[in-house]
């Protein structure tokens, strides 16, 4: 298990315990309340109604859309859909926040209980842990400060005011800066399959609040009742950067307590720069939000048929996708590297579909993590923009598969393709196949021919490997296979080869 | 008072219509009423040229037979609704100048419905108070004066007093009004004219400033029932753009309209028998009693035990809804800002100290207060609960009668200054109208005679939830017997 990390502090072992309130954001065309736009990137003040703006008398009104993406990810992590919820107001002035507040669900959120599975090792079912999932509720972003445009002042772009998010609470259930990365992973890959978040975390279409405390290990506090006292960090936005406020605070905290003082309760941010968390405002300088039922909306009720059609459509998850590739005969690992992100969970899918033949799975998962994914990378493409289409790799991996071409020459093929200066950038495999002439013969008498020269060019090889020397066979191999540029069949060249060194 | 600016929305309608004179004609004499009428600072925006671009229109549309319900009204708007182009402050320095580039969906909705806007009416500041002397604009001045020798300025009542005063003295053929906890019938009651606060969500709040928004609800002034019927039906109606608009068909108000009451109970609750009310109030109800009994009316006591809660449960429930309501106004984005010593939250403090007048910073504090962590179970949860009680009063009211008749309120019009230092006792001016308001039941002020002082005195009628007809039906019986037909001497 990774779950031993432990803190060593002068006087002992720490245990650190971790929970996570990420904030993912609605992909909807428009906001939570109002009728506007929410694209990124848009010139500042564009994407803004008069609802988003607070004018007078403007009211809310709920967007469907938001809730159905929120019950759909709710759905996705098993958890219980309220039927009845409602929206509150919390309170606050700043100068981003329009209304004067913030329009949320603390008192009965749209979602509750849930949990989400990690595998904190990727080829080993038994890393399996499930941190449970204490409710999702959909609340308003605020607007964003600029500090850089005046000299003096400050300008206000509303845009993503009022724009719907999703917060979910997990329970503090991590125990490492490794689980939480895992989890963030693992909800993240579920938010995109659902298609609730696209999960850009660059852009804060998802961003994460830290709760950090740490016990003594076999201490009093194994329960999670006797948690240490906690600190929040605010808008982590990568998951890096999660697992480096949780190593940080951890790290800090011990050494406050060992040196004799008390950990604060208190809200924090993140220096990326300098890998440090510092103090944000105290307990004595929280607000006090003064939460109340928002008195311009009716309570949220679900009905069976709106549940119904949520729920129909949701796709195939990344644990039952894992399990089934699993099932077709792929390991355990390319499984979890293929389902860990949707985009590449559908393009293996599309190939396997377009392969029609379930037997050549693992082959399949096999070239498109090695092959593919490690081009890929090599580029910097995303998969989504793989100059290899699906079509495409089922066409190679189909002449893999029917014997045209060895898998070293699918190699050369798949590099060309990904080549812009090889001129068959983007070419079909079979084109390519053809036009280089890299078809795999099974020719037994072109074959012999070679495999006659090279023993003939090696008859002090030929007789240590007669004297016992058995593993000179691929060194015959190499050199026939070299010899007759990759093209023989391996199978038959294999035969052939065994036969002449037999005679 | 010109013949034209007398006359009822009805009669002006079907003047009109049958070519007795033009709209242009109705909209020059309000306009000159208007203008002639500034002394009772009824306006805070005065909008003759609007009301001569609707009425050229009604009068074209008379010409090629196009009318529309209220071609050839023309109407006072409250503050409190967004009407675009024009002035909308809420009678609130905070606001001053804000030029809404949109229309309430009342408002628009009588503008597309033909009605003429006279103007913007002056109003309590963010429709808090019951005297309007809480407005930034100074005090509406009520047409009435007390025949006792003196010549002290009455209220109109409030928060709707300019409403109330235009129409009483003539300067609006009919006005809009909000309804938070008495907002339309207590000024009603003091100027001698009607006013009906529908069922909460007939009218869409979309548009109009927020007070309280779960007891904020619009509603129309005049000088009869009918003429109430009539600006309701095309007030009325649901509205995707506010969540808590009902989405049911408007009833036709004025086609229903019945004083015959054979059949129908109407209930007097007891618990609003209370010390201290004068008793001409109390004969004027005992009255009421027995002009609906003449109309076919059986009357019957009926209990409403939670009552005594009502005002104080409404004085934590609105404030609090208010401080939140109001937190918008903060000098970032519209109306005034003050930069303070040039910080943020010196900017939020100066904008909103030099903004808000007294009565708001009240509110907004008692409403901050009662949200407060520690307080917030104490006082406002319990004000939900207590609510609730107070809805099942009625409720249960409603299984032993069909409507309910009250005064409107405790007093007749008071002098200006008379309780502006004292904030209970001008809130004790609600103390009828306040329980309708938190059960969103539809209620009406309707004139029903004068008092010793030659002040008038108004009937509340409280309906079933959507029972709009019944309480109009209900007030048409007593306007017709008690034949209020007193106007104000004009002294402006």
């Known amino acids: ?99 004067g507040y913030q329009i949320s669900q603390l008192y009965h959120p749209l979602v509750g209980e849930g949990a989400v599975t990690v595998l904190l090792d990727e080829k080993d079912e038994g890393s399996a842990r499930t941190i449970g999932v204490e409710r999702i509720h959909v609340e308003q ?16 772009d509303l845009n993503r005011s009022g724009v719907a998010l999703m917060e979910i609470v997990s329970r503090p259930d991590m125990r490492s800066p490794g689980e939480a990365g895992a989890y963030l992973r693992k909800l993240r890959a579920i938010l995109r399959y659902v298609g609730s978040c696209d999960g850009n975390m660059e852009e804060g279409s998802m961003r994460a609040d830290v709760n950090v405390s740490v016990r ?144 050549f799975a693992p082959d399949a998962a096999n070239w498109v993590i090695s092959e593919l994914f490690g081009m890929l990378n090599r580029t910097g493409r995303d998969i989504s923009k793989s100059p290899i289409s699906v079509r495409q790799a089922a066409e190679l991996l189909s002449l893999i598969a029917d014997g045209t071409i060895s898998k070293t020459i699918a190699k050369q093929v798949s590099e060309l393709m990904l080549d812009e200066n090889s001129g068959h950038f983007g070419d079909d495999p079979t084109r390519i196949v053809e036009t280089r002439g890299l078809k795999q013969t099974s020719d037994t008498g072109q074959i012999d021919a070679r495999i006659d020269e090279i023993l003939a060019a090696n008859t002090d090889k030929v007789a240590q490997y007669k004297a016992g020397k058995e593993a000179l066979f691929g060194f015959f191999v190499g050199q026939t296979m070299k010899a007759m540029a990759g093209k023989a069949n391996p199978a038959v060249l294999n035969e052939r080869l065994r036969a002449k060194l037999a005679a | ?77 409250k503050d409190l609704f967004a009407t675009e182009g024009v002035d909308t402050t809420a009678g609130s320095n905070i606001l001053k100048g804000f030029k809404p580039p949109y229309e309430s969906t009342v408002s628009g909705k009588l503008k597309a419905a033909g009605a003429g806007m006279l103007g913007k009416l002056n109003m309590d500041e963010f429709a808090m108070g019951s005297s309007n002397e809480t407005s930034a604009f100074g005090p509406v001045i009520s047409p009435w004066k007390r025949r006792d020798g003196g010549n002290a300025a009455l209220t109109p009542g409030g928060s709707s007093g300019g409403s109330a005063s235009a129409v009483a003295a003539g ?106 009310v004068p008793v001409e109030i109390d004969a004027l109800w005992d009255k009421g009693v027995e002009w609906l009994r003449d109309a076919g009316a059986e009357p019957v006591e009926i209990s409403l035990p939670h009552t005594v809660h009502a005002l104080p449960t409404y004085y934590i429930i609105a404030p609090a809804e208010a401080s939140s309501n109001l937190a918008r106004y903060d000098g970032i984005r519209y109306g005034l800002r003050e930069l303070g010593d040039g910080g943020l939250d010196g900017l939020y403090a100066s904008t909103r100290a030099a903004g808000f007048g007294a009565e708001v910073k009240r509110r907004v504090m008692i409403g901050t207060y009662v949200l407060s962590a520690g307080f917030y179970d104490a006082y406002f949860t319990k004000a939900q609960k207590v609510r609730t009680l107070i809805k099942r009063d009625f409720t249960q009211a409603f299984d032993r009668c069909d409507f309910i008749l009250t005064p409107t309120a405790p007093s007749a019009a008071f002098a200006l200054g008379d309780k502006s230092s004292d904030p209970i006792a001008m809130y004790l ?5 306040v329980p309708a308001s938190l059960a969103g039941l539809p209620a009406m002020s309707v004139p029903g005679g004068l008092d010793a002082h030659r002040l008038p005195l108004g009937l509340h009628l409280i309906g079933r939830e959507l029972d709009e007809q019944g309480v109009l039906n209900a007030a048409l019986a007593i306007e017709e017997r008690a034949g209020f037909t007193h106007r104000a001497e004009k002294w402006w």
């Open chain 1, 1 to 99: 298990m990774v779950n031993d990390y432990r803190i060593q502090g002068d006087t002992g072992e720490w245990e650190v315990v971790i929970g996570l309130e990420v904030h993912a954001q609605v992909v909807s065309n428009a906001k939570l309340f109002s009728g506007a736009a929410t694209a990124f990137g848009a010139e500042p003040n564009t994407q803004v109604s008069l609802v988003d703006a607070a004018m007078p008398g403007m009211l809310p009104v709920p967007n469907r859309e938001c809730i159905r993406q929120a019950v759909r990810t709710g759905m996705a992590i098993d958890a219980k859909i309220n039927r009845w919820s409602r929206f509150d107001r919390k309170n606050y002035f700043y100068a981003d926040l329009p209304q």
């Open chain 1, 141 to 156: 972003d605020a607007g964003k400060l600029m500090h850089d445009q005046h000299p003096t002042m400050s300008y206000v």
């Open chain 1, 216 to 359: 003594r290990v076999g201490g009093p506090g194994e329960k999670e009742a006797e948690l240490g006292t906690r600190t929040e960090t605010k808008n982590v936005n990568s998951v890096r950067f999660v697992m480096a406020v949780i190593e940080h605070e951890a790290r800090r905290q011990v050494e406050l307590i060992e040196e004799g003082g008390a950990v604060a309760q208190e809200t924090r941010l993140f220096d990326p720069d300098k890998g440090v968390t510092r103090t944000l405002r105290s307990k004595e300088d929280a607000h006090d939000y003064r939460y109340f039922p928002d008195p311009d909306l009716l309570p949220l009720e679900l009905e069976d048929e709106f549940l119904a059609a949520c729920r129909a459509s949701l796709p195939e998850l990344p644990d039952a996708k894992r399990k089934r590739y699993e099932g077709l005969g792929i390991t355990a690992y390319n499984a979890a590297v293929l389902t860990a992100d949707v985009e590449s969970a559908n393009y293996f899918d599309n190939l396997l579909d377009g392969l029609q033949r379930p037997e």
């Open chain 2, 1 to 77: 008072m010109s013949d034209l600016t007398s006359k009822a929305i009805a009669d002006l309608r079907s003047g009109f219509r049958s070519g007795d004179f033009s709209a242009r004609e109705v909209a020059t004499a309000y306009n000159a009423a208007v203008a002639a009428g500034r002394a009772l600072n009824a306006f805070t925006v005065e909008t003759p040229e609007i009301a001569l671009a609707a009425a050229d229109a009604a009068d074209a549309a008379r010409t090629s037979d196009d009318l529309k319900p209220l071609s050839g009204i023309p109407l006072g708007i």
């Open chain 2, 171 to 276: 300067l609006a053929a009919g006005a809009t009004g909000t309804d938070t906890g008495g907002s339309i019938r207590q000024p009603a009651a003091f100027a001698g004219i009607c006013g009906i606060k529908p069922t909460y969500g007939r009218c869409s709040r979309w548009g109009i400033v927020s007070f309280a928004s779960s007891l904020d609800q619009a509603g129309p002034m005049a000088k009869t029932v009918r003429d109430c019927a009539i600006l309701l039906e095309v007030m009325a109606g649901f509205d995707k753009k506010d969540s808590t608009s009902l989405d049911l068909p408007v009833p036709q108000w004025e086609s229903g309209l019945s004083s015959d009451l054979k059949g129908q109970r109407v209930g007097i609750p007891r618990e609003y028998r209370i010390e201290g």
């Open chain 2, 429 to 433: 001016n609600d103390v009828f109208a």
